[in-house]
């Protein structure tokens, strides 16, 4: 019966992430993506994430940088950092607890104004992370974690700094989380304005939300005789 | 005791929010705030949150628009919404039961470029708000706050658009969680590197992030009559 099929598989293509109750959206499925290459791109073009726990039974959502290597996403903080605790250590032998969480990322593209109140909305990307994130133990996929952090903020950075020394290792948490149950989210385009308010005297259509940098401010310490690097030039104006 | 006084109370002016176990951070306690005046700014600068609850035993965040009226923050969506419905309702004389949430703000600033990875940073605002989430049935305030959602996006649009009408607004939620327990965070300034390290050859400084306008888009259906209202003209070039 290839109607059943149908319905019960409505992305018949780009189903890398195979949905699940919680990625599958009450309302306007039709937003909901789920191939690997979108979730990607949308993930690399960011560097802030908000991340979801619970604690005590509650939610606690924060803001956090955040790195991607292949299927793995990488988040650190401070060891005395309440969550990352909480993500909790791989004893030798022992099945680590992990903490479950909810990563977020989104980007605005443009304000949607439609004729209607009820009919504003926003064009935007987001990619939502559901899984249980453990503690990075091993120190070579610690340090590479690390790096892809400040990769993910600025490619090439990594490189042109000093990388964490043994101390300055020992009071960092890294957390990983990998991409299995994940959904993109993207809507784009113009208002979708009931057809009998076409006449109405209002403005319709979208702005678009631009985001940039501006000229990169050198520390007030910093030796004059270092310029900037190739990975700033660009901004450098 | 003078002194004991001031380690008890390291925030003595500007607490307009009492501090709790939930908002007062772990670390970097003094970039925490609680003074009324700057969460309302920094609320006020953006528009869109990520919304936390727990569904399940599991976290899930979500981004989503927001409005505010004073000491109420509103959010809104199809009554279809689980998280939504999950709020739900009041009954003639019944208690309310609500949603636990976590609505988190975040405005990003600037890239912090330190000589050492583990220096890098950010400079932001962010606002976190912890709380119960009641649906709002009255229905005055039901459009009080569709408004307010709207002009929040984009000030003097509320009165430049068609309001709901009663089948549009049979079909919104209307979540309300009010300003009790928050706090903002705020991270300002250059790098702030081990002294060891100033004389590394690496550049050190801020890249500032800016985020703004493009020119709006009319809508493909839209009367070339209508000109671009005046909330809308600085951007218009």
Known sequence: MPEADAVAAPHPIDIDYRPTDR???????????????????VLDASYICHLGFVRD????????????IGESLYVHGSTGSRPLRAAGARG????APGL????????VDGLVLARSAFHHSINYHSVVVHGVAHQVTDEAERRTA????????????????????DKELAATS????????????????????EPEDSGLPYWSGVVPVTAGYGKPLPADDLDPAIGLPGYLAEWSS
């Open 57 to 68: 039974g509650a939610p606690v959502v924060l803001p956090t940088l955040y790195g991607r």
């Open 146 to 165: 690390l790096d892809a952090i400040v990769e993910h903020i600025l490619p090439g950075r990594a490189d042109d700094s000093r990388r964490a020394n």
């Open 92 to 95: 030798a032998g022992e099945a």
């Open 23 to 41: 990625t599958v959206p009450t309302r306007s499925k039709e937003r909901a993506r789920y191939d690997r290459e979108l979730v990607h791109r």
């Open 100 to 107: 479950p969480v909810c990563l977020t990322v989104t980007q």
């Open 174 to 193: 890294v957390v990983r989380l990998d991409l299995d149950e994940v959904s993109a989210k993207i809507r784009t385009g113009g208002p979708n304005d």
